[in-house]
Antibody, heavy 119, light 111 residues
Framework: QVQLHQSGPGLVKPSQTLSLTCAISGDSVSSNSAAWNWIRQSPSRGLEWLGRTYYRSKWYRHYAVSVKSRITINPDTSKNQFSLQLNSVSPEDTAVYYC?????????WGQGTQVTVSS | QSVLTQPPSASGTPGQRVTISCSGSSSNIGRDTVNWYQQLPGTAPKLLIHSNNQRPSGVPDRFSGSKSGTSASLAISGLQSEDEADYYCAAWDDSLNGFWVFGGGTKLTVL
């Protein structure tokens, strides 16, 4: 059974970088049939897909247009995990952040991390 | 503003059948399959229906899904108090470079 466990700070100052990690058990970040996503949820924006990384003979990364200039999603094969970095955050980035696996559809979610952007 | 449109609320009494709609466009629901998620307060969404009408193992057969054109529906029969939750639809959107889109969620109240 696939499980995703998130870690990272819950408070980030404006203009700084939000960093979260998602540890995978029961699957491999290098799987040829899965993709590894970050999604956030806020009252104002609802559920919003941020981006994904996946391996198909090489690594691919795709990002949402809304955050494309500020986001990086990286796999870490040595630790079987992937990460999210979101630069230059503002209060509008306050949300619950989820990592998630897709294998045709979003079938597994991390537990969620409430991230608040505030000084 | 969510890409997929759901009614903000729905309600029913125990034992009743309720349906929740999800409307999209030709670049998402019209082109790909629809998935449904149940979210209880303070928890992550849980997969309820995938590929329009497929239930993962462990999901009661009281839950069913359907799709027609650019719209989809989730039906819950034999409503139970534990079904009170938020429900979201999701689909892959083929516009731009492709991305996942979601409905705004429907809060189901069991009266």
């Amino acid at each position: 059974q696939v499980q995703l466990h998130q870690s990272g700070p819950g408070l980030v100052k404006p203009s700084q970088t939000l960093s979260l990690t998602c540890a995978i058990s029961g699957d491999s970040v290098s799987s040829n049939s899965a993709a590894w996503n970050w999604i956030r949820q806020s009252p104002s924006r609802g559920l919003e897909w941020l981006g994904r990384t996946y391996y198909r003979s090489k690594w691919y990364r795709h990002y949402a247009v809304s955050v494309k200039s500020r986001i990086t999603i990286n796999p870490d094969t040595s630790k079987n995990q992937f990460s999210l970095q979101l630069n230059s955050v503002s209060p509008e980035d306050t949300a619950v952040y989820y990592c998630a696996r897709t294998s045709g559809y979003i079938d597994q979610w991390g537990q969620g991390t409430q991230v608040t952007v505030s000084s | 503003q969510s890409v997929l449109t759901q009614p903000p609320s729905a309600s029913g009494t125990p034992g009743q059948r309720v349906t929740i709609s999800c409307s999209g466009s030709s670049s998402n629901i019209g082109r790909d399959t629809v998935n449904w998620y149940q979210q209880l307060p303070g928890t992550a969404p849980k997969l309820l229906i995938h590929s329009n009408n497929q239930r993962p193992s462990g999901v009661p057969d009281r839950f069913s899904g359907s799709k027609s054109g650019t719209s989809a529906s989730l039906a819950i029969s034999g409503l139970q108090s534990e079904d009170e939750a938020d429900y979201y639809c999701a689909a892959w959107d083929d516009s731009l470079n492709g991305f996942w889109v979601f409905g705004g969620g429907t809060k189901l109240t069991v009266l």
